[in-house]
């Protein structure tokens, strides 16, 4: 009777999670019905190619796995910052440099055999994301520099600094055009299902948010990085390293987004391009990661859904007349209201009467433990 009364509480709390979310969902569609209509196109044709562009054949299926496997990374990125109480905005740049060092090592022809070279292709770029992440992470403990601000510089400094490098030194001759050299097949990954572009890095993706879960709820560092998450002044008076931890979850949200853009590299383009903008991925990690509740289970069924509203944004333009930035407008409501949910529980909290000495470090330690 104990074991389903658990089993009973716990199912309720993931209904009480997953109602603002669909809440969320439902709501954007409403709006986007309405826009739809309000431009003189069939909102039911639209949704319609945008549904069967998403997931109407394996083909179609598959090209919106190529869009989860990015999402689902930089949406993880985020939430492990966030579980440490950060909030990382340079997933785009750390994707960016990625990038970069995966397009470097992949394709420098040192004889390494496929075994050898695909992985390390592949933590080359989870390397330089977490270096790059973990320098905000190291200004933010030891100086208190506000991690937002310095996220968003160091995007901008990839940015430029990548678009340096491709130009002047990894230019793929005869340096007509700025890009690199084509990665060795050696460093590519396997593709799928040919003729879509999905490869296997969606099963590297699929294992990362494993692994991630694991890390945070299964194993001592990860304890430590939600109780600093969740109480400073509790961990700091349990013993807790804060300046080592909060470096610790800047390194792996950084490692986990450079590891996006060297899928990007061995599974997709191959090379690197010199970048006009930013590719995109980061800064849709936040809004996969803010509607996933930060957590791993809903990162993937966020980043699933923002994949397939990208992968049939495609059929819907051509099928149904119906611009594509439609898709935007969708994810900013979606966001909204997620955002609205937020803002009105912080609200609660504030009002509560309950004293501020009630919020012991050993209770919100014992929170922790229970699985917040």
């Not at 061995?266 to 509740?293: E, H, K, R, T």
């Not at 859904?305 to 333009?317: D, H, I, K, V």
């Amino acid at each position: 009777m104990l074991a389903f009364n658990n089993l009973a509480d716990r199912l309720q709390g993931y209904g009480k999670r997953l109602f603002y979310p669909l809440m969320a969902l439902l709501c954007a569609l409403i709006v986007g019905f309405c826009l739809i209509w309000w431009m003189g196109e069939d909102p039911w044709k639209a949704y319609f190619y945008m549904f069967t562009g998403a997931f109407g054949s394996p083909v179609n299926l598959a090209e919106t796995l190529v869009y989860v496997t990015p999402l689902l990374l930089t949406g993880l990125s985020i939430a492990v910052s966030y579980r440490c109480g950060l909030f990382n905005i340079g997933a785009e740049g750390q994707l960016i440099m990625g990038m970069i060092a995966a397009a470097w090592v992949g394709a420098s022809d040192w004889g390494l055999p496929a075994w050898i070279h695909l992985p390390l292709t592949m933590l080359s770029g989870a390397g330089a994301g977490f270096l790059w992440s973990a320098l905000p992470g190291f200004f933010k403990a030891k100086f208190g520099a506000h991690e937002v601000i310095t996220t968003i510089m160091s995007n901008y400094i990839a940015l430029h600094f990548t678009s340096f490098l491709v130009n002047k030194v990894l230019i793929a001759p005869p340096g007509t055009s700025p890009v690199t050299r084509m990665i060795l097949d050696t460093a590519k990954l396997p593709r799928l299902l040919p003729p879509s572009r999905l490869n296997t890095g969606i099963f590297v993706a699929l294992s990362a948010l494993a692994v991630i879960y694991f890390f945070l709820w299964k194993t001592k560092w990860g304890f430590e990085i939600r109780s600093v998450g969740l109480n400073q002044e509790a961990s700091r008076y349990a013993g807790i390293n804060i300046t080592k931890n909060i470096i610790l979850a800047m390194g792996i949200s950084g490692a986990l987004a450079g590891l996006a853009g060297s899928l990007q590299i061995q599974g997709i383009q191959y090379c690197f391009n010199d970048l006009f903008g930013f590719p995109g991925y980061g800064l849709d990690g936040i809004a996969v990661s803010l509607l996933g509740n930060n957590h791993p289970t809903g990162v993937f069924l966020a980043a699933l859904l923002f994949g397939a509203l990208s992968s049939g944004a495609l059929q819907m333009q051509s099928n149904a007349g119906v611009t594509r930035d439609l898709i935007g407008v969708l994810q900013a409501v979606i966001i909204f209201f997620v955002a609205a949910d937020a803002m009105i529980k912080r609200f609660r909290r504030n009002n509560k009467t309950r004293p501020r000495s009630a919020a012991t470090p050993n209770a919100t330690l014992e929170v922790i433990k229970n699985g917040s």
